[in-house]
């Protein structure tokens, strides 16, 4: 399972979580609780991991939804 999106942006989050799911690509939203820990200030960056197989096809719809700017790059 690979990161393909660290944000703390809610908004963000949703609408690529959205881009993959209208592509078929099953996504995994980590962190969602951790805004508890932090008190909700938005200080830990949630992530959307996707499988391996499905990440340069996650990338491209990203990608052509204009989320480039947000991909994770490690």
């Known amino acids: 399972m690979l990161t393909i999106i660290a944000t703390t942006n809610p908004v963000t989050l949703s609408f ?8 078929g690509i099953e996504s995994f939203i980590m962190d969602q609780h951790q805004s508890l820990v ?10 959307i991991c996707v499988l391996n197989e499905d990440y340069e096809e996650a990338v491209a719809a990203l990608e052509a939804a204009e989320l480039g700017h947000e991909i994770y790059r490690d």
Do not use: C, M
């Open 38 to 47: 932090d008190g909700s200030i938005g200080i830990i960056p949630r992530r």
């Open 16 to 23: 690529a979580e959205a881009v993959l799911k209208s592509e």
